[in-house]
């Protein structure tokens, strides 16, 4: 089978941002099969006008559908793809024009890999970089270790059924790739800065996620806490943990696992 990539753009009061997105996803040197932009119930009469026109482009299917947050619309734009490979992609970033390719080749070399990310470059109201790990599921039990703008091979999306819709507040993309992990896909990062993630004052992580943390990171605990007890075990069994010499108990251990998850303990 051809590979064909679906790229997925959740869209809300992005008008701003939206063309150039799409813009740079067509300067990719692997062409995308098709772009599927989710309206998510947007209210600003400009980015209504801006998809009205996106719209009329061939290369361009737009979805329109109410106001559910992020993981709804993801969910909504991956079930009327027709891609083998999805791609998430927010309406202000943008990938690396080889992005698709080198995630491509990936695919092909890696059966075991169901998602490529890269490095970050943050620009807008912030100027840095970021280097999330990927890898396996072990990798992700502190903290998310790849984008939510990444590549993500359809057999593994359909496997773990998306993205969790209750969650509204932020870290779907985290919960998200716990589940994925936990089906034995690997992670692949590509250690170059191939994504271009903008900040805004719109930002939910800084709007959302962080004032609700607390919360959100105990949905995660309490959902997934049987595999988190488990890899603990594991991890103390194969003697990985630091504190494993001083004889620290397993409850004292789970204790400093839950303390740092809700940022008690940096």
């Given at each position: 089978?051809?590979d064909?990539i ?6 809300y009061?992005?008008g701003?941002?939206?063309?150039e997105t ?6 990719q040197?692997?062409?995308?099969h098709?772009?599927?932009?989710v309206n ?5 009469e ?7 026109d996106?719209?009329?482009?061939s ?9 559910g ?5 993801r969910n909504?734009g ?9 791609v998430?992609l927010?309406?202000?970033?943008y990938f690396d024009n080889?992005?698709f390719?080198?995630g491509i080749?990936?695919?092909?070399k ?5 998602v490529?990310?890269?490095y970050i ?8 970089k ?6 396996n599921?072990f ?9 939510a703008?990444?590549?993500i091979?359809?057999?593994?999306w ?10 509204t507040?932020?870290?779907e ?10 089906a ?5 990062l ?6 271009f993630?903008?900040q ?9 996620t962080?004032p609700?943390?607390q919360?959100?990171?105990a949905?995660?605990?309490?959902k997934?806490?049987d ?9 103390i069994?194969?003697k990985?943990?630091i504190?494993t010499?001083?004889r620290?108990?397993?409850q004292?251990i789970w204790?400093l ?10």
């Amino acid at each position: 089978m051809q590979d064909q990539i679906s790229v997925i753009i959740p869209c809300y009061n992005d008008g701003k941002y939206i063309e150039e997105t799409i813009h740079k996803l067509k300067e990719q040197t692997f062409a995308a099969h098709e772009i599927i932009v989710v309206n998510d119930g947007s209210t600003d009469e400009y980015t209504l006008k801006v998809l009205a026109d996106l719209d009329k482009a061939s290369s361009v299917k737009v979805l329109h559908k109410e106001n559910g947050r992020m993981s709804a619309a993801r969910n909504y734009g991956v079930k009327h793809a027709t891609g083998n490979i999805i791609v998430t992609l927010d309406a202000d970033d943008y990938f690396d024009n080889r992005f698709f390719q080198k995630g491509i080749d990936i695919l092909h070399k890696e059966p075991t890999t169901g998602v490529v990310t890269s490095y970050i470059q943050y620009f807008g109201n912030k100027n840095d970089k970021s280097r999330p790990r990927g890898g396996n599921a072990f990798n992700f039990l502190f903290s998310n270790q790849c984008s939510a703008c990444a590549m993500i091979r359809r057999e593994a999306w359909d496997q773990v059924g998306g993205y969790d819709e209750s969650m509204t507040l932020g870290y779907e993309d985290w919960e998200f790739y716990i589940r994925i992990t936990k089906a034995q896909w690997q992670v692949h990062l590509i250690p170059e800065y191939l994504l271009f993630y903008r900040q805004t004052d719109k930002s939910t992580l800084k709007n959302q996620t962080h004032p609700n943390r607390q919360k959100i990171i105990a949905y995660i605990l309490e959902k997934h806490k049987d595999w988190y007890a488990t890899c603990l075990t594991d991890l103390i069994d194969q003697k990985q943990v630091i504190y494993t010499e001083s004889r620290i108990s397993y409850q004292t251990i789970w204790k400093l696992l839950k303390n740092r998850l809700i940022g008690k303990y940096k």
